[in-house]
Structures are given as structure tokens and as C-alpha cells.
């Protein structure tokens, strides 16, 4: 006779030895490289306490802190992002930012991207993540943009789309310490 408890236990040895469920419980959770994380680092070059240097192709962001020192995070870069070169300056900057697909974008891939068109409020499901600053050069806006992502994986990489995408919980750090008017180099 199967009794009441050998029933469920027999439930339970078959749900644990599920592949699937196994898996759920067993899956590790992502952990960013250790070289990605954020970190105090020496600068070879003597640069302005207060800038931020952009290496796009080793997919590292410097916050120059002091002449010869910097914070030096990982970064995920946008095709766009590496296209990018040169000078800017933050001249806005924005908490739980809006996101429009560019018109480029929705013209490249309209099934993806025209769903968006009218933009996206901010909040967790944005792709500008939880803070967002944006690069101008001579006063116009270059469409480029530091800004967060809830997509750590994409740390170290080269992504479809974006451009200079950090964890959240790293560029909320960067923006509570860079004001508007701080230069970008990205070289």
C-alpha cells in the first residue's frame, strides 16, 4: 500500500531529479570578472583630476581622480561607441533617463527597434539603465552616452547596439561624482 508520505516523497525525489529543475537551482548567478570591477589604478599620464578617459577597444572608463591616479572601470561598448573618438563634455546628465531608438536604428531593424519609436519612460527596463550622461561636443548633442545597463554580461564586449554601457550600481557611482562640464576623452 502506498501511504500519504511515500507518495510525496516520490514527488519529490522525481521534481529534484529533474534536469530543469536541477538546473534552476544549481545555475550560478553571473559574477563580473574581476578585472572588470572597479578599481584604484596608476595613470601613465598626467591628466586633469576630474576627466574621464575612455578606452573603447580594451572596454575600460578612467575617472581621473588625481594627476596620476584613476578609478578605472569596465565597460561594454556599441558599435556606435567605438566609432566614437575624440573630445567631448558631459552637458546633461540624468537619473532613470527615457530612451529613444535613433532613427538609424529603426531603419536598420524596424521589427526590433519601431515598437519603440514613440521612446521608452525610465526605469529598470530601460536600455539607458539607471543613469545616463550624455556627450556634447561645441553644444551639440553627439548622441553618445555613458550609461548604465542591467545586462552585465555585456561587460568586456563589443554589443549590437549603445555606447558606453557600465553596471548601474558603477555608473550611479560615476554620477554622483562627475558634474556637467566634465571632459571625455575617448581615445
Known sequence: ????R???????VAALSSPGILRAHTQEPF??????????VRVREQHAPGQILVFPRSFFLYHVF?????????VGVGKAGLAFKG?????????WPSWRP??????RNPDRYAQFADGVPGGPNNP??????????????TYYRIHGTTEPWSIGQSVSNGCIRMLNDHVIQLYEQVPVGTPVTVV
Open 1 to 4: 500500500m502506498i501511504t500519504r
Open 6 to 12: 511515500t507518495l510525496i516523497g516520490g514527488v519529490a
Open 31 to 40: 559574477v563580473l570578472a574581476d578585472e572588470f570591477q572597479p578599481r584604484e
Open 66 to 74: 588625481d594627476s596620476e591616479r584613476a578609478i578605472r572601470y569596465g
Open 87 to 95: 573630445s567631448a563634455v558631459i552637458e546633461r546628465k540624468a537619473e
Open 102 to 107: 535613433t532613427n538609424d536604428m529603426i531603419r
Open 128 to 141: 539607458l539603465g539607471a543613469r545616463a550622461l550624455y556627450l556634447y561636443r561645441e553644444g551639440r548633442d
